[in-house]
């Protein structure tokens, strides 16, 4: 029990044991110790927590830091793969999601009134009709068609982009430097730039936003003087990005996971009522939003095990979402399994703000989907479709999808 795990070239992240499931190296951990000490490449030590209950508590507890800052630790933030321990990232301001309370809080507290279940629930028709005008577009297309391209991705951008008041017809350049800000082994050299070139263009947005307010979420941050620029560029960065990427992957990977379980689909199909829990289960399920770090401020027990002060703590939210210890039968999809207590979302102060309109978008998404292609089904063998082990979100870089007949 006492070995130390060596990771010489990154957590694993081939999908050896199938594209929905974990890495069976991840699976193996979790069994033999669900709170790991490991080594990076570099060789400073760490942790990797992939058991269910280890990975709550330490999301719940503070005192496991969100802040990304070299002079306390390894800093993880660009390589989920890996971190890199000589170079440094910066504390971008506005990035409410690499900071503690109270500088957390401080930032978090102005977007949870646009973001309360029930100004979601406000939006869900709204939500619908984007949905259906994509779907429109769809249809008129000569199958076969890359669904990532013309739907999973599209939908969550426009939703985004018009809570924000980003304008879409900018999505082409925003899309490609978001996505470039995704790739998990980028030279920082490259992500860099990338992230330079998003903040410019979001720092000229919001200083627009600034002079001449809209009805948007970001006009409405602007409207707050004492919110400086660099922190509202650093807001809607993170919104931008939080608000597409993950929700596109969620609906492309998903509907992989529906036509490679027919059964589930069939069920599905057949009692749309489903749909909530069935949305729920693919959340658990996938995981999109898999690798997170932490850092220990002080000696800290976890899961039985002493994490020194300053250790650099990796979860791995897929793995504690198939733990058998919390869901039975974890690696079977069950659309009737009611999942409670999923971290697909995270847990504790950084929960995901985006999770009710994430929600609402996968159910709008995944119902008009199902009604208007009732012969949906992949255009290549399930083998073929390429898997994003090379993202920071796992997915699919396309998903080639073809119909018979497309309803109205
Ligand atoms: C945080 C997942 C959609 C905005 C998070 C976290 C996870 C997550 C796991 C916690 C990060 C941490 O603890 O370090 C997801 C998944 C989504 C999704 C799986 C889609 C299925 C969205 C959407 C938005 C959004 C649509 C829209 C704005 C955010 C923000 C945070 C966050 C702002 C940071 C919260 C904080 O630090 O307080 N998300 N997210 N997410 N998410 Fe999401």
Not at 132 to 160: C, G, M, N, T, Y
Not at 387 to 401: A, C, F, K, Q, S
């Amino acid at each position: 029990m006492n070995q130390i795990v060596n990771i010489p070239n990154g957590l694993p992240m081939e999908r050896d044991a199938g594209p929905f499931d974990p890495p069976s190296e991840i699976s193996r951990l979790r069994a033999a110790r669900p709170v790991s000490p490991l080594v990076f490449p570099d060789g400073h030590e760490g942790w990797l927590v992939t058991g269910y209950d280890a990975v709550r508590q330490m999301m719940a507890d503070t005192r496991f830091s969100s802040r990304l800052d070299l002079d306390v630790v390894h800093v993880p933030y660009e390589t989920p793969g890996m971190p890199v321990a000589t170079e440094p990232s910066p504390q971008l301001p506005g990035m409410f999601i690499a900071m503690d309370p109270p500088d957390h809080s401080r930032l978090r507290r102005r977007l949870t009134g646009a973001f309360t279940v029930k100004r979601m629930k406000q939006l869900e028709e709204h939500i619908a009709d984007i949905v259906e005008r994509q779907l429109d577009h769809l249809a008129r297309l000569a199958p076969p068609v890359d669904l990532v391209k013309e739907f999973a991705l599209p939908v969550p951008s426009l939703v985004i982009c018009e809570l924000l008041g980003v304008p879409y017809a900018d999505r082409d350049s925003f899309q490609a430097h978001s996505a470039q800000f995704m790739v998990k082994d980028q030279s920082l050299q490259e992500k860099m730039g990338a992230y330079v070139a998003l903040n410019t263009y979001l720092a000229e947005l919001v200083t627009r936003k600034r002079a001449t307010p809209g009805e948007d979420i970001l006009s409405d941050l602007a409207r707050q003087d004492d919110l400086s620029i660099e922190e509202l560029t650093g807001i809607a960065f993170l919104l931008l990005l939080a608000g597409h990427e993950t929700t596109a992957n969620m609906l492309s990977l998903g509907t992989f996971a529906l036509l490679e379980h027919p059964e589930q689909l069939t069920e599905l199909r057949a009692d749309p009522e489903l749909l909530p829990g069935a949305v729920e289960e693919l959340l658990r399920y996938l995981s999109v939003a898999d690798i997170f770090f932490r850092y220990a401020t002080e000696d800290l027990e976890l899961g039985g095990e002493t994490i020194a002060k300053g250790s650099t703590v990796v979860v791995s939210l897929l793995a504690a979402n198939r733990d058998p210890e919390r869901f039975e039968n974890p690696d079977t999809l069950d659309f009737r399994r009611k999942t409670r207590g999923l971290l697909s979302f995270g847990h504790g102060v950084h929960q995901c703000l985006g999770q009710q309109l994430a929600r609402i978008e996968m159910r709008a998404g995944f119902a008009g989907l199902l009604r208007r292609f009732p012969t949906l089904e992949l255009a290549v063998p399930a083998s073929e479709v390429r898997l994003r082990t090379d993202m920071n979100i796992y997915g699919v870089h396309e998903l080639p999808v073809t119909w018979t007949d497309a309803a109205g």
